[in-house]
């Protein structure tokens, strides 16, 4: 908090050790002041990130000693400088946080640099690490940084694929963020070796949910939120944009190309809903009612693939705005039947969005096949009128998505050590009974996960 004052938001801290103070980093929100960052049991050093935080604020660095997993509340006290006490920390144009004073590495990153200063690791391990410098040694560019989240094997699935889609359309060095708190322990155990053998980084993140926050109740509604509650202090500071794709989305474009695009200073860039195939006009619900009303000509967008300026969306407090937008609707079971969708297509009068060219987001359901050779992605969407499973779409759609989906079972098979064969000649199932179920909601993994 700032003495005598409103939390300071969008004020930032790093923290670790006396010899890398900058191990971990987080903001603080206007919600009630509240931040939070994710370290182990010990003792570290908090203190203000250089750049403007630090320019217009006071705080000594504080000393804390971590003793539990429960982690430990904290709060902290900070003051402008003399002469400072008018400047706004957030509207500034010569915006100078801590993202352009570090490097693009991730939390994770920096901790297993910091810890392997005290290991030696194993030969054979270090044998493809090599391989896999050289490979991302071959990409040439700006890191290219995907979002997804995944829960079950089917959707695990489905998410290697999406993987080798991205990667087999870019010549860019390419980074994967996972929400971690509902991956299956054998997607951990397989996604390293991905990432070696085909040359990509990955990095496994959560946030624990803030306890003055409404929390949904249903798995895949807190799977939902995590898509857009978060994401100002999910991902480390230094992250200046990130694209979420959707783990059953088929990449046919150097997704490059959606990275360096101009979102015409909005913090966040969705694709409208296809309205060419008149036969879902009765699906519509944007186009009628309460929607038709609020929108007042916006479109309603889908959220199976957007954009994230993160330096913008931090600078405007995109975060703080979304989630008082969250918190006073989701009490009513009748609001927010989409999560992940309703919310930032109701909040963007206030969160303004950039609506991306339509080629961007191709879904048979919504756009019909007159626009599908344009299409540069393609995302498998829910089609309310045949509900078709979700697999069998898959084979029917795209036709790439078998050879993928063979290409990434024989990987995995390999990895596990199961039956190549086996795996190379399985046919994905007609339908999704015979599909790997989602795993069971363990809520005391999740629990630990999050510390």
Not at 130 to 155: M, P, W
Not at 318 to 335: M, Q
Not at 355 to 384: F, R, V
Request: hydrophobic share 35%.
């Amino acid at each position: 908090m700032e003495k005598d004052r409103e939390p300071p938001r969008g004020l930032q801290f790093i923290l670790g050790t006396k010899q890398r103070p900058h191990l971990v980093d987080t903001l603080v929100m206007s919600n009630l002041g509240y931040w939070q960052m994710k370290v182990s049991p010990g003792v570290w050093y908090l203190q203000l990130a250089p750049g403007r935080s630090a320019d217009l604020y006071e705080l000594p660095s504080k000393l804390i000693a971590i003793d539990s997993l429960r982690g430990k509340l904290l709060h902290i006290e900070v003051q402008k400088k003399k002469g400072k006490e008018h400047e706004d920390l957030l509207n500034a144009d010569d915006d100078n946080h801590v993202q352009e004073k570090t490097d693009n590495k991730g939390w994770n990153t920096n901790l297993l640099k910091w810890a392997s200063s005290f290991i030696s690791g194993d030969a054979s391990l270090k044998k493809k690490a090599e391989k896999n410098t050289d490979l991302k040694d071959a990409r040439q560019g700006e890191t290219i940084n995907i979002f997804s989240v995944a829960s079950g094997h089917l959707y695990e699935r489905f998410l290697k694929i999406m993987i080798l889609s991205v990667l087999k359309k870019t010549e860019r060095p390419v980074k994967f963020w996972f929400i971690k708190n509902y991956l299956s322990p054998q997607f951990k155990d397989v996604i390293p070796h991905m990432a070696l053998e085909y040359g990509f980084e990955y990095e496994l993140i959560t946030y624990k949910w803030p306890t003055w926050l409404h929390k949904q109740k249903e798995k895949q509604r807190i799977i939902w939120a995590y898509k857009i509650l978060f994401l100002d202090v999910i991902f480390p500071l230094s992250l200046r944009k990130v694209i979420f794709v959707d783990a059953d989305q088929i990449v046919r474009t150097d997704m490059g190309e959606l990275y360096d695009m101009d979102l015409k200073g909005r913090p966040l860039a969705y694709t409208p809903f296809c309205d060419n195939n008149k036969e879902m006009d009765g699906y519509r619900f944007w186009k009628q009612g309460f929607w038709k009303d609020h929108l007042r000509g916006r479109p309603y967008h889908i959220s199976a693939l957007y954009v994230v300026d993160l330096a913008k969306f931090r600078q405007t407090a995109a975060g703080d705005n979304l989630r008082v937008v969250y918190e006073t609707l989701s009490k009513d079971p009748n609001s927010l039947s989409n999560l992940d969708q309703d919310l930032p297509n109701y909040a963007q009068h206030t969160v303004p969005i950039f609506s991306l060219p339509q080629e961007w987001l191709w879904c048979e359901s919504w756009c019909g096949n007159a626009t599908k050779a344009q299409a540069k992605t393609i995302d498998l969407c829910n089609n309310p009128m045949t509900k078709e499973p979700k697999l069998q779409g898959a084979k029917r759609i795209v036709p790439e998505w078998v050879d993928f989906d063979a290409e990434a079972r024989h990987f995995t098979a390999r990895i596990l050590g199961e039956n190549v064969e086996e795996i190379a000649e399985a046919i994905p199932p007609s339908s999704e009974s015979d599909a790997p179920k989602p795993d069971h909601d363990d809520s005391s993994q999740d629990a630990k996960d999050e510390l």
